[in-house]
């Protein structure tokens, strides 16, 4: 299983990036994907997920700015992150796991495949 997150970049703050999770090992339309960010000193936090039925779930300091979204024909999920903020910047991180149930879809430990991250930068 192989997860690849891209689309990371340097931002001006109200500006926008979409992210993109490329997964390939998986029956991806079975897997809830999360996204999780991690700023400098700071703990690795959850931002968003869509579950297999697409359903999706935010955490409150994006809800109205950020969107995610999957195409399972590309096997991909995306984030498309709108109005960003300096203390959005992190790197975000993509996540799948097949058996996740509702109340522990925020929690790191939930998932068991990561991809290896991507840089967002947004500037004041």
């Known amino acids: 299983v192989q997860l690849q997150a891209s689309g990371g970049g340097l931002v001006q703050a109200g500006g926008s990036l979409r992210l993109s999770c490329a997964a390939s090992?998986?029956?991806?339309?079975?897997?809830?994907v999360g996204w999780f960010r991690q700023a400098p000193g700071k703990e690795r936090e959850f931002v968003a997920a869509i579950r297999y039925s697409g359903t999706t779930h935010y955490v409150d300091s994006v809800k109205g700015r950020f969107t995610v979204s999957r195409d399972n024909a590309k096997n991909t999920v995306y984030l498309q992150m709108d109005s960003l903020k300096p203390e959005d910047t992190a790197v975000y991180y993509c996540?799948?796991?097949?058996?996740?149930?509702?109340?522990?879809?925020?929690?790191?430990?939930?998932?068991?495949?990561w991809g290896q991250g991507t840089l967002v930068t947004v500037s004041s």
């Open positions: 090992g998986l029956t991806f339309r079975r897997y809830t």
């Open positions: 996540a799948a796991d097949s058996n996740i149930i509702l109340s522990s879809l925020r929690q790191r430990d939930s998932y068991d495949y």
